[in-house]
């Protein structure tokens, strides 16, 4: 009969004294957590590969260090590269609603639209002087009275030849008339008069003044001709005094960028819009608002009015930068992604322009690299797809959703969109990139470099003291008092129970800094300056007790009988299993009791969980690798006539895995045989078809559930866990359950097969088992045949062929 | 000259306006203003243009449509009343507020006869701009007895403002 496991084989202990330190402030701490060589290659190859669809995609569980990892591979590499160009908007002279996107070197922006500030400052300034010339006034007078001296000087003429035809030319509200003169010369005639005159002298006037009338109807037709003449000399005169005041100031500024063909040809583009607007140019800044129907509109907040055209929107610049940039977005929004046109209210409508336009992050990390959260991205409506297209497009076009989605049919605006060329890092759980990677095609050409980070690392002889540097490093980063050698030890030893596994060590590091920290609080309130073992225990216990509510009163109704647990004598067909309830980050293992009942039959192991559907499906296939054992090892050559029915009482809700198939195997067994199970032991393992017992996961809590419940009743020394073989490497328990073992209170013990653990729980010899089974279940198959013989189904009686 | 307009302080302006003039009844307003002086408006209905209009043959080209438009009596007065309603109220609305004294008159007759019987008045000096004159041209200076009707006549031909100063 198997020996329960010693004390020695249920905990790997670090020892204190083989570290080599007092505190951990002796050490030089690690920056990040070892053992994550695979990731780190990974990340070295996806930052260095530049190729297009080369971007990462960082999978691994929440808190392992991968933000902090691919952060600070990213920075390293950013350090060794320029910093990118700067982008502005500015004005585009041929469509104004789309805004042309200027690129400029790195840190030149803002110098740039400064100067374009200067620039309409100064062109206002000599265009208005300009004009105010004497040299303008006089060659702007010379037309005016040029126009007015023919207009005048044609109906002057005009005038006179009817005067001579003793015709006067009147002056009306509305124009012009004419009527004969008097005959005494002092103005028109009397119409009195003009009655007494001979009619052929009437009808002389009434000709003569009906040709003098088209003739100034075809002479009122030239003058707006002649206007209009006019007016272009003007403005031809507008230009070439403009053209004298700018064209040395944006030549001047054209010098500045003569390098930049972009900035050069907008300059030039600036030129002629100012050549042709010389006029806003006159108004002072204060001058006439633009109006609406009349009424004078506001001008947007900041705005210069008309000059707002020449303004530069730096949207992304990178002064004083000195490599390329490394962006977080913990907000990945669509807007945030690729930017937003924002609207200013004017007399209750929204209004836009280029100077609007603002920068996404896919701006800021442009020549550089970007580090998104994936459930972030994918749970913000349409920024996975904006994405992707600024990703496939390489660049980067700011159209807000409405545009998008085509909901909007106003006017806005299409901005150029901006050359992209950026790396992304998409950090996510691994689930997440499967998923992706199954359904949406695009991911896998765009995110090719998969980072995959362990959860744990190795616990080789020299890894605690290598993790210990490990500790050292989070207690100088978070600023914590240092660890004694005990303290880290412990520390390490929590966080090999973390990764369920005496030869790992969990490098999840957001639990262990919050151990740290949790550790450091409880040195503070005992008003000690270095942690001890005693702080790291009380932080650990603290973190159980936080969450321990409903492991508490599940006891507790065990305890009280509510559920019916046995924990000393011994009874057929009953065993009790274990079980883990995950609730958040909390897990805690709990007794259920497993029956089983047999009879002549035919239907074979009926699990009853699954026909209640509470049963999971790999709780099921468990239960059928029962039927399997079985039929191989008792029947091999007859019909197996069993009807059997196993059950975890008082379970309510559903059952998954296949822990307990070992469990179920022994009740079963119990059954068959008559032979009664010692209820002091609880069991866990699963089974195979040949009587194996296999490992099955979380086996430190399923052994300190039950060990919690035996110590409520209080321990006899009787009470112990049966457990796979295969599990004991597992086995990192709690202090407690240790020292429980080494004082002969409680026992673990580890089996490799159903013969093993048959005797542990019966106290009778395998093989004694296996023979009152080969005989209950030969003696059902005998009744069976009896029954066939006599024309009736013995589990269908009444009923004949 | 210069320095004679200087030392000239006007006590009325008399702002003439005809039909078919160019009007600036604003401008006229603010000189009053800036001159501290009195303002008459005298809008001359030309009993001229009212004889054209009586002839039976007589018609207007419209100078900013050139098209030929019969002429009335009846319609020429309409349309003097509304444009002397409009200047009336134009300078009301620059000089009431401004607490400045004017008034504003309509005289049917030649537009000579008018302006010398209005000058003829007194309140020199007095500033005349004539129908559609210049407010800002040079001003030309004459003293009381030099206002004949002829005078007048060429001071309204030549649209330029007249000075008229005590004897």
């Known amino acids: 009969m198997n020996s329960p496991l010693p004390a020695s084989a249920l905990r790997r202990r670090c020892d204190p004294q083989r570290l080599g330190f007092a505190t951990t402030a002796a050490l030089q701490g690690l920056e990040r957590a070892p053992g994550q060589a695979r990731a780190e290659s990974s990340l070295a190859f996806g930052i260095g590969m530049r190729r297009e669809g080369y971007h990462l995609f960082a999978m691994g569980p929440e808190g392992y260090g991968r933000h902090s990892l691919v952060r600070a591979r990213l920075e390293e590499e950013a350090r060794r590269r320029e910093a990118p160009a700067d982008w502005c908007y500015v004005f585009n002279f041929d469509a104004p609603h789309r805004p042309r996107a200027l690129k400029l070197p790195a840190g030149r922006a803002n110098a740039f639209r400064d100067a374009m500030a200067r620039l309409v400052e100064e062109l206002a300034a000599a265009i208005a002087a300009a004009f105010e010339t004497d040299e303008y006034r006089n060659r702007h007078r010379e037309i005016e009275t040029e126009l007015a001296e023919r207009q005048e000087r044609a109906l002057n003429d005009l005038g006179a030849r009817a005067r001579g035809d003793g015709i006067a030319l009147v002056r009306t509200p509305s124009g012009f008339g004419f009527g004969p003169f008097s005959k005494a010369g002092d103005g028109v005639m009397e119409p009195e008069e003009f009655g007494k005159l001979e009619a052929a002298a009437q009808q002389r006037f009434e000709k003569r003044i009906g040709e003098l009338q088209k003739e100034l109807g075809d002479l009122l037709h030239q003058m707006p001709k002649w206007r209009r003449e006019a007016l272009d000399r003007m403005r031809g005169l507008d230009r070439d005094v403009t053209r004298a005041a700018v064209n040395s100031l944006i030549d001047e500024l054209k010098a500045t960028y003569a390098a930049l063909p972009h900035v050069q040809e907008y300059l030039e583009r600036v030129k002629a819009d100012t050549l042709a607007n010389a006029a806003v140019f006159r108004q002072a800044k204060d001058g006439e608002a633009p109006t609406l129907f009349g009424i004078p509109l506001p001008r947007p907040e900041g705005s210069e009015g008309p000059f707002r055209r020449y303004a530069v929107n730096v949207l992304i610049e990178h002064s004083g930068a000195s490599g390329a940039p490394v962006v977080t977005e913990d907000h990945p929004s669509h807007a945030a992604l690729i930017g937003r046109i924002e609207h200013v209210a004017q007399m209750g409508a929204l209004v836009t322009d280029f100077t609007l336009i603002r920068a996404g992050a896919l701006h800021r990390a442009n020549g550089g690299y970007l580090v998104l959260d994936a459930l972030k991205v994918l ?376 013969d093993e653990g048959v005797e542990l729980l019966t106290g009778v010899p395998a093989e004694e088992i296996h023979a009152r089974v080969e005989a209950r279940l030969a003696e059902f198959a005998a009744k069976a045949r009896a029954f066939a013989a006599g024309g009736e189904r013995p589990w269908q009686p009444g009923k004949k062929k | 000259m210069a320095a004679r307009q200087e030392e000239v302080r006007i006590r009325r302006v008399v702002a003439c306006f005809a039909p078919g003039s160019v009007a600036r009844p604003e401008a006229v307003a603010r000189l009053a203003q800036e001159l501290d002086a009195e303002l008459l408006g005298l809008f001359i209905e030309d009993v001229e243009l009212l004889r054209f209009a009586s002839l039976p043959f007589a018609r207007e080209v419209g100078l900013a449509s050139a098209t030929l438009r019969a002429m009335d009596v009846a319609g020429l007065e309409r349309q003097m009343r509304a444009q002397a309603r409009l200047l009336e109220d134009a300078l009301a609305a620059i000089l009431n507020p401004a607490a400045t004294d004017w008034s504003f008159r309509v005289e049917r007759s030649t537009p000579a006869s008018a302006v010398e019987a209005v000058l003829a008045e007194g309140h020199a000096p007095a500033l005349l701009i004539p129908p559609g004159g210049n407010i800002r041209a040079e001003r030309r200076l004459v003293k009381r007895p030099e206002l004949t009707l002829a005078a007048v006549k060429e001071w309204l031909a030549a649209g330029k403002p007249v000075v008229i100063l005590p004897e």
């Open chain 1, 379 to 754: 749970t913000q409506p349409y920024a996975w797809e904006a994405l992707k297209r600024a990703l496939r497009a390489r660049a980067i076009d700011v159209r807000t959703l409405g545009q998008e989605l085509g909901i909007l049919s106003t006017v806005s605006l299409e901005p150029e969109p901006i050359p992209l060329d950026v790396k992304l890092v998409l950090v996510g759980e691994r689930h997440l990139y499967y998923l992706l990677h199954a359904w949406d095609p695009e991911f896998a050409e765009l995110f090719k470099v998969a980072v995959d980070f362990e959860e744990d690392m190795p616990r080789g002889d020299d890894d605690d003291a290598r993790f210990a540097r490990l500790i050292a490093g989070c207690v100088a980063r978070e600023k914590l008092r240092p660890l004694d050698a005990a303290a880290a030890a412990r520390v390490i030893e929590h966080q090999a129970r973390d990764a369920g596994d005496a030869h790992k060590l969990s490098v999840r590091m957001q639990g262990l800094v919050d151990l740290l920290r949790e550790a450091d609080y409880w040195t503070g309130v005992a008003g000690r300056e270095t942690v001890g073992v005693e702080d790291v225990r009380k932080a650990i216990d603290a973190q159980v007790a936080r969450a321990d509510r409903l492991r508490e009163r599940l006891k507790e109704t065990i305890v009280r009988g509510t559920l019916l647990i046995d924990t000393a004598g011994s009874r057929v067909a009953q065993v009790n299993a274990l079980a883990v309830l995950q609730l958040g980050d909390f897990a805690f293992g709990s007794p259920h009791r497993i029956t089983s009942r047999v009879r002549l039959g035919s239907a074979g192991v009926v699990d009853i969980e699954r026909e209640s559907e509470l049963g999971g499906p790999i709780h099921s296939k468990g239960v059928l690798i029962l039927s399997g054992y079985l039929a191989g090892r008792y029947m091999p050559t007859k019909p197996l006539s069993l009807s059997a029915s196993l059950v975890f009482e008082q379970s309510y809700g559903g059952v998954e895995g296949d822990s307990a198939s070992s469990a179920e195997l022994y009740a079963l067994l119990s059954a068959l045989a008559g032979a009664p199970l010692k209820q002091s032991l609880a069991v866990t393992g699963s089974v195979n078809q040949h009587g194996d017992v296999q490992a099955i996961g979380s086996v430190n809590e399923k052994i300190e559930g039950f060990f919690d419940l035996c110590r409520a009743r209080g321990l006899t020394g009787e009470q112990g866990v049966l457990i796979p073989q295969a599990n004991v490497m597992h086995l990192m328990l709690r202090e407690d359950v240790v020292q429980a073992v080494e004082e002969g209170r409680f026992a673990v013990y580890a089996v490799r097969s159903v």
